[in-house]
């Protein structure tokens, strides 16, 4: 008996499956990429707030960001500064960018004593 129209329609089931998994895979890389790319920036904006150098900021974060615009807010808190960096990721799985809001802001906080 021969048994290859049942092979190619059980792949035919499968395989948009197993694309959307994949896809899914590459748009969690990408969130994660982003989000460890922004812990790098923080590490030197947070110095650079240290530092008193809000001026050279913007322009810092316009040259190391060449693809997604990287943008920052800092909040005063008495003692405390609270600085967040953000940027948004669009997603590419159908069904994903409902659930996670197509783009997806990705951001990353730091709260140092002045």
């Known amino acids: 008996m021969n048994n290859k129209g049942q092979a190619l329609m059980e792949f035919i089931?499968?395989?948009?499956?197993?694309i959307m998994v994949l896809f899914a895979l590459i748009?969690?890389?990408?969130?994660f990429y982003n989000k460890?790319?922004?812990?790098?920036?923080?590490?030197?904006?947070?110095?650079?707030?240290?530092?008193?150098?809000?001026?050279?900021?913007?322009?810092?974060?316009?040259?190391?960001?060449?693809?997604?615009k990287?943008?920052?807010?800092v909040i005063?808190?008495?003692?405390?500064?609270?600085i967040e960096l953000y940027t948004y990721q669009n997603i590419i799985t159908p069904g994903l960018n409902i659930v996670l809001k197509s783009p997806y802001k990705i951001s990353v906080t730091r709260v140092i004593y002045e």
């Open 76 to 82: 005063n808190e008495s003692d405390y500064k609270t």
């Open 27 to 31: 748009d969690f890389g990408f969130i």
């Open 36 to 68: 460890n790319k922004l812990e790098s920036k923080l590490n030197d904006v947070t110095l650079m707030i240290k530092n008193d150098d809000d001026s050279k900021i913007n322009k810092y974060l316009n040259d190391v960001s060449n693809i997604n």
């Open 70 to 73: 990287i943008k920052y807010k």
């Open 13 to 18: 089931i499968v395989i948009p499956i197993i």
